[in-house]
Each structure stands twice: as structure tokens, then as C-alpha cells.
């Protein structure tokens, strides 16, 4: 459980919740979203890799919040359509495009996307 004087008082934790998910959008940058895919794995980012983190932020600058993980993901699938869809999209963010990629990118995540039976290609 969160201890909320405990967030307040860590400059560790006062730019992320719990889940890794910043609170403040200006917080954000390249550097901060390649050491989160390096401790997540993934590496270097690749260029498809900042082509769904750069899609993903300037659709939230454009829309804000207000889109279910569910428009999201399907916005992206279409996008990315040529590479191979949403089954692309989960090949090259494993911990899902919608919760990871926007982790990624210093946004908050949708209601539900981290629920492991949404949307899943595996």
C-alpha cells in the first residue's frame, strides 16, 4: 500500500506512483524513457519504439485523457498497421503497447490496461 507522507518526503518517488507512472507530464524526457527500457528490458529503444511513444504523446497533448486503453490500442494497430498491427506492437513492447508505451512516455495509463486479460495477442 502507498504511504502518501512517504511519497511526499522521497524526491524518489515524487515524480512517479506506484506503477512507475509519472504525475506531471513536463517531468518527462528522452533520457527518463531510455532508463525506464533498460530496466524493463527492452534495451535501446528502437526507432519503432519512438515512433509508438512520440504517437502515443502527441495524442494525449491533442485528446488528453479521455480515451479507453481499448481506443488506444486500436488507434495504434491501425497505425501501425503495415508493420503488423497490435501483434507487432506487443512484440516490441512485451508488458503491453498501451500500459508499457505509455509508461514509457510519461503518460498516465488508462483505467484497466495493466489488467493482464485486456486486449492480449499472446
Not at 37 to 61: E, F, H, P
Amino acid at each position: 500500500m502507498l504511504d502518501i507522507n512517504k511519497s511526499i518526503n522521497d524526491p524518489n518517488l515524487s515524480i512517479e506512483d506506484p506503477d512507475g507512472n509519472m504525475y506531471e507530464l513536463a517531468n518527462w524526457s528522452s533520457e527518463i524513457a531510455q532508463d525506464l527500457a533498460l530496466k524493463d528490458g527492452l534495451g535501446n529503444l528502437s526507432a519503432m519504439q519512438w515512433r509508438v511513444i512520440n504517437s502515443l504523446r502527441t495524442t494525449y497533448q491533442k485528446e488528453g485523457d479521455t480515451r479507453s486503453a481499448h481506443q488506444i490500442l486500436r488507434s495504434l494497430a491501425k497505425e501501425f498497421a503495415t508493420e503488423g498491427g497490435g501483434r507487432y506492437l506487443y512484440q516490441i513492447f512485451p508488458q503491453g503497447p498501451v500500459s508499457q508505451g505509455s509508461r514509457l512516455a510519461g503518460l498516465p495509463t488508462p483505467a484497466y490496461s495493466g489488467d493482464p486479460s485486456f486486449g492480449s495477442f499472446s
